[in-house]
């Protein structure tokens, strides 16, 4: 049984997303969800969901160096095999990257290489696409240019706006990601 940490910033709903489905005869079971925010909504829905939580709040960390000594402090404890970073809004060091090189996994809003970086939604609107999507893949020390594991495409539809759209993908995200990480943990 793999046993999986998953990084969030945020809401959670890719966590949420990842943890319903890590039952049964999947290949993994999550041991521990990590805020980068105290106040992250996701942490209540963790704990709701029994499983362990826990916050290293990067505005209380000066250096990036502190919050990953931090973050590793945690993750030390609980024992990951692979991480998940789910919305988690901080870019990671390539000394950390490689401390877990190989078993850390995002989902991007996007279908990369296209987009990388924030506002993928607004890009794809602007730039007249007649699709979006969004990927998961392997994290390097390259922000959101790792090998892509998986993708799902989705149209963009007349008259849709940045948030009709990020809601369309959204969906299609809470889909991929847990597909992707059944497959990755077997
Ligand atoms: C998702 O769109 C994810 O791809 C992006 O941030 C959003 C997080 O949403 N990195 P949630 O916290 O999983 O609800």
Do not use: W
Not at 6 to 34: F, Q, Y
Not at 48 to 54: H, I, P, R, S
């Amino acid at each position: 049984m793999k046993r999986v940490a998953i990084l969030i910033s945020g809401t959670g709903s890719n966590m949420v997303a990842l943890l319903r489905s890590m039952t049964g005869d999947h290949p993994a079971r999550p041991v521990l969800v990590l805020a980068s925010d105290r106040a992250a909504p996701g942490l209540a829905r963790a704990a709701e969901l029994g499983v362990a939580t826990a916050a290293v709040d990067r505005r209380g960390h000066g250096s990036r160096a502190g919050f990953e000594a931090a973050l590793l402090r945690e993750l030390e404890a609980a024992r990951p095999d692979i991480l998940c970073l789910a919305g988690f809004m901080c870019v990671l060091s390539e000394a950390f990257v490689a401390r877990f090189a190989g078993r850390i996994l995002n989902i991007h809003p996007s279908l990369l290489p296209k987009y990388p970086g924030l506002h993928t939604h607004a890009r794809a609107l602007a730039a007249g696409d007649s699709e979006a999507g969004c990927t998961v893949h392997l994290v390097t020390a390259e922000l959101d240019a790792g090998p892509v594991l998986g993708q799902r495409r989705v149209p963009v539809l007349a008259g849709d706006t940045e948030e009709t759209l990020a809601a369309r993908v959204l969906e299609a995200e809470h889909d991929l990601y847990p597909e992707v990480l059944r497959r990755f943990a077997a």
